[in-house]
């Protein structure tokens, strides 16, 4: 008979599967495992690969305890991640076609996050703070005497991050060919979740203001560092994406702090931003930095974005018509999604979910027959226990 979930078992008993990564070609998928130790009393994660129905799941990482924000190259022949195995945290390239070991292109002695790649696959973009006072990332001297804290703004402070002073999170670029690396952005202003354009020239990130209260998106040429941001400083951006050709950007937020975020068109030639709804009957997912990634949209083609909100305690797929405003909700289900990647041909979903069957798990979205099916069983056993 089976007996009650007890803490020992809550704590280190269930896996975790998470940030789900379709190829672009939608055949395979890459995810982090976390596996808590309860000796250690620490939590490992790998990256692990498998098939589109779950089929074929290796481990693909061993070496290092945190291995993590697994993404494909565009050609869908290659995965970046970041691990610890080197310093605080490197950015490894592993191919995915036949044999080879993972090749490090860069590390820093902070924790580096948020990696996306180039469109032609030759640079990828990512997010590490940066301290002005301590640009080099030099650790300080075990005989060293505490550093002076020197406060210069309101914001010197954040939860779940502590004493920040002047440090702020960046956009860095690194040549995965080279490992060449330069800093893209500079201003006292936290970046993050960094989106190419389809040209490659720009970069659209989240920039937040008043301690995180208040975001906006701004665009950073990828040539020149210059920035230009949407927005004013008492709203919020929450997910954005680019349209396919590149000319305009559907985005999440809204004018002022609200927590009631509607979806918005901006177009680059003329500046434009123009309101798309009003009082959206569901949540665009915004993440966290640090914590969860922003759930962004996706272009079905040229009017339509697909994306994923909340609503009533649940996760659902929803369709806005950026020409009409219309909105359609195409599938909801009764649990939570992290996450939200989609293959080129824009017909599969993955995503990580957690529900009081399935904690933990991976799950896939077939927009073409509108069936959802969970792909990966890792707290079954537990669970039947």
């Not at 509607?262 to 500046?271: A, C, N, T």
């Not at 930095?289 to 962004?296: E, L, R, W």
Request: aromatic residues 8%.
């Amino acid at each position: 008979m089976p007996g009650p979930l007890s803490p020992d078992t809550l704590i280190y008993g269930l896996v975790a599967n998470g940030d789900p990564q379709i190829s672009p070609d939608g055949t395979r998928i890459v995810y982090s495992q976390s596996v808590p130790s309860s000796e250690t009393k620490k939590t490992a994660s790998q990256i692990w690969c498998c098939g589109l129905a779950g089929e074929s799941a290796r481990q693909l990482t061993g070496s290092g305890e945190r291995n993590r924000g697994a993404r494909w190259s565009p050609d869908s022949r290659q995965i970046a991640f970041v691990s610890d195995r080197v310093k605080k945290s490197g950015i490894f390239v592993l191919p995915m076609d036949g044999s080879g070991e993972a090749r490090e292109i860069i590390h820093h002695n902070v924790e580096i996050g948020e990696l996306t790649w180039s469109p032609d696959g030759q640079t990828i973009a990512y997010v590490v703070p940066v301290d002005p006072d301590n640009p080099n990332e030099e650790d300080a001297k075990e005989d060293a005497p505490p550093r002076v804290r020197v406060t210069r703004r309101i914001d010197y402070k954040q939860d779940g991050r502590g004493y920040l002073g002047d440090t702020r999170r960046q956009i860095f670029l690194v040549n995965v060919g080279s490992g060449e690396r330069r800093q893209l952005t500079n201003s006292l202003f936290d970046h993050g979740f960094p989106e190419w354009s389809p040209d490659g020239k720009i970069i659209a990130a989240q920039v937040s203001y008043r301690n995180g209260m208040c975001s906006r998106l701004a665009l950073v040429s990828v040539a020149s560092g210059e920035s230009r941001e949407i927005g004013g400083e008492e709203g919020v951006t929450s997910t954005w994406a680019w349209s396919p050709t590149g000319d305009r950007i559907a985005l999440s937020g809204d004018t002022t702090n609200t927590w009631q975020t509607d979806f918005f068109l901006y177009e680059l030639q003329s500046g434009e931003l123009q309101r798309l709804t009003d009082d959206l009957p569901c949540l665009p997912i915004g993440g966290a930095p640090g914590v969860s990634a922003p759930m962004q949209p996706v272009w079905l083609d040229d009017h339509r974005i697909l994306f994923a909100g909340a609503q009533s305690g649940a996760t659902g797929f929803y369709v806005l018509d950026v020409t009409t405003g219309r909105l359609e909700t195409i599938h909801r289900g009764e649990s939570l999604k992290a996450g939200m990647s989609v293959d080129a041909e824009h017909r599969y979903v993955v995503q990580g979910s957690v529900s009081l069957a399935g904690p933990g798990e991976l799950t896939v979205y077939d927009y073409a027959s509108g069936h959802e099916r969970q792909i990966t069983q890792s707290n079954v056993q537990v669970l039947s226990e």
